[in-house]
Antibody, heavy 117, light 111 residues
Framework: QVQLVESGGGVVQPGGSLRLSCAAS????????MHWVRQAPGKGLEWVAF????????YYADSVKGRFTISKDNSKNTLYLQMNSLRVEDTAVYYC??????????WGQGTLVTVSS | QPVLTQSSSASASLGSSVKVTCTLS???????IAWHQQQPGKAPRYLMK???????NKGSGVPDRFSGSSSGADRYLTISNLQSEDEADYYC?????????FGGGTNLTVL
């Protein structure tokens, strides 16, 4: 079955950088687009970024545009999120998620990113 | 860009039924949505995809107690024979132009 395992979260100072990874298995990774979705403490879900199956097109929420970069390595079955110029308000659990036909059809367990001085 | 509106909370008794509502913004009443469940301290879980016609497709392993329906701009998640493990946050989701949109979530309490 589909398995998505995030890693790379941690504590970082404002203005710092972090790279998240998501190891995928149980499906043909190269055939599917992928999302990053985040959830600030005690808040709801917020879509962050989407990448098409072949990595050809990438889309971002306005809140992260110009600071975050989504990428995927189909040879390694891995999704990435490079996060630069981090802000306190970026503190959240970050989930990688599989895009089904259009809906989010599977979720990882999440990785916590804390931006604090 | 569609907006999804959910009531912040709902409650129902153990063994009863509850209907959670997600309302699409004006001009988006034909949109397909998805429902997700997030139990306390856990990652979200995909429940189903729900069309404007009321037709729905559930994810793998989702109990029969969960069903969907639609009326105009409203999309419903109905949970029958409520169990204690159904106490969770429920989010609706839709999509447009390669972006995803989530509702604010409904916190369901099982009494």
């Amino acid at each position: 079955q589909v398995q998505l395992v995030e890693s790379g979260g941690g504590v970082v100072q404002p203005g710092g950088s972090l790279r998240l990874s998501c190891a995928a298995s149980g499906f043909t990774f190269s055939n599917y687009g992928m999302h990053w979705v985040r959830q600030a403490p005690g808040k709801g879900l917020e879509w962050v970024a989407f990448i098409r199956s072949d990595g050809s097109n990438k889309y971002y929420a306005d809140s992260v545009k110009g600071r975050f970069t989504i990428s995927k390595d189909n040879s390694k079955n891995t999704l990435y999120l490079q996060m630069n110029s981090l802000r306190v308000e970026d503190t959240a659990v970050y989930y990688c998620a599989l895009r089904g036909s259009q809906e989010t059809s599977s979720w990882g367990q999440g990785t916590l990113v804390t931006v604090s001085s | 860009q569609p907006v999804l509106t959910q009531s912040s909370s709902a409650s129902a008794s153990l063994g009863s039924s509850v209907k959670v509502t997600c309302t699409l913004s004006s001009g988006h009443s034909s949109y397909i949505i998805a429902w997700h469940q997030q139990q306390p301290g856990k990652a979200p879980r995909y429940l189903m995809k729900l069309e404007s016609s009321g037709s729905y497709n559930k994810g793998s392993g989702v109990p029969d107690r969960f069903s969907g329906s639609s009326s105009g701009a409203d999309r419903y998640l109905t949970i029958s024979n409520l169990q204690s493990e159904d106490e969770a946050d429920y989010y609706c989701e839709t999509w447009d132009s390669n972006t995803q949109v989530f509702g604010g979530g409904t916190n369901l309490t099982v009494l």
